[in-house]
């Protein structure tokens, strides 16, 4: 059973750069065709897919926060992680991490972590 968990600080203040980490267990992230997501839902609102690494390596990002998004591997330890530069009062959110071999459709997700909270505050 595929399990994955979030870690990273729950606080991070204006300006500074977001960094999570998300741990796959019974499973391997470079299991061919599985893509591992960073996926966001802030306060109110819907799920915003933020961007993708690929069981390959090869990473893709939402256009819209492509200029502060950054996701890496470490493959000796089955993690993947998200960084996201330049943080403002919009970035607040539930930060999950997810994988599934369609990475285009919430639907077709088949593994999600449970989600980390994150405030953006001085």
């Known amino acids: 059973q595929v399990q994955l968990q979030e870690s990273g600080p729950g606080l991070v203040k204006p300006s500074q750069t977001l960094s999570l980490t998300c741990t796959v267990s019974?499973?391997?992230?470079?299991?061919?065709?599985?893509?591992w997501s960073w996926i966001r839902q802030p306060p109110g609102k819907g799920l915003e897919w933020m961007g993708v690494?690929?069981?390959?390596?090869?990473?893709d990002y939402s256009p819209s926060l492509k200029s502060r998004t950054s996701i890496s591997r470490d493959m000796s330890k089955n993690q993947f992680s998200l960084q996201l530069s330049s943080v403002t009062p919009e970035d607040p959110a539930v930060y999950y991490c997810?994988?599934?071999?369609?990475?285009?459709?919430?639907?077709?997700?088949?593994?999600w972590g449970q989600g980390t909270q994150v405030t953006v505050s001085s």
């Open positions: 690494i690929r069981y390959d390596g090869v990473t």
């Open positions: 997810a994988g599934a071999e369609n990475y285009y459709s919430f639907a077709e997700y088949s593994y």
């Open positions: 019974g499973g391997s992230i470079t299991t061919t065709y599985y893509a």
